[in-house]
């Protein structure tokens, strides 16, 4: 029988940080978005929101 | 044998770390014991145990099964393809271990079970397979992590 093991909410956490600290190093890396601040920015700022949002989730199914 | 050992007359299927383990979980004290071909000896330090003390330890300790753990690799690759082979012994039909939080109950056949682990994230905290109920099974374990 083979059993599927499931993330912590850490590793949650940490997969959605990495995933986003890998989307800025590529788009940095893009020569087609290089130099576009304004759109890293967006991008950046898109994660962070999903990030704090997350960690919301994650605080509520703690009290819960 | 000191004065106040106590002997118990049968084989347990693990050793006395197992039993001082039971005592500390029971009684709130590790008590020293020795196992041996024959038995279990109870020793009276740090402290003696009370009669009902004692009767509880036999209970368990006659209720013990034997139980082994072991996996064929510690590090699988995350993905939910990869997957460690954590083979457990025992007695009885099947054991109930415990994957993380979960329990998963393993059919034995010929005292053998054969359980698949894969991951679906990188682990942070390795995924710790063990036996539900320590008292019956003891405290073995195994260890996995994905990468």
């Given amino acids: ?64 | 044998m000191d004065r106040e050992d106590v002997y118990f007359a049968f084989r347990i299927p693990h050793d006395a770390e197992f039993v001082s383990t039971c005592c500390n979980l029971l009684f709130g004290e590790r008590i020293e014991t020795t196992t041996n071909r024959t038995g279990v000896i109870v020793h009276p330090r740090p402290r003696q145990l009370t009669e009902d003390e004692l009767a509880q330890l036999e209970a368990v300790l006659r209720a013990v099964r034997p139980f082994s753990l072991s996996v064929d690799k510690t590090r699988i690759q995350a993905g939910g393809t990869d997957y460690a082979v954590v083979t457990v012994q025992s007695s009885g039909d099947s054991v109930v271990l415990l994957v993380r939080d979960t329990e998963v109950e393993v059919p034995l056949i010929d005292g053998q079970g054969v359980l698949e682990i894969t991951a679906e994230a990188p682990t942070i905290e390795p995924i710790v397979v063990r036996a539900k109920d320590h008292l019956v099974y003891g405290f073995a374990q195994v260890e996995v992590e994905a990468i």
């Fill in chain 1, 1 to 64: 029988m083979r059993i599927s093991v499931q993330p912590t909410e850490n590793e949650t956490i940490s997969i959605a940080k990495r995933t986003a600290a890998e989307q800025a190093q590529a788009l940095a890396r893009d020569p087609n978005q290089a130099g576009s601040v304004v759109e890293l920015r967006r991008v950046v700022t898109d994660i962070l929101a999903r990030l704090e949002w997350l960690e919301i989730q994650v605080n509520k199914l703690k009290v819960r």
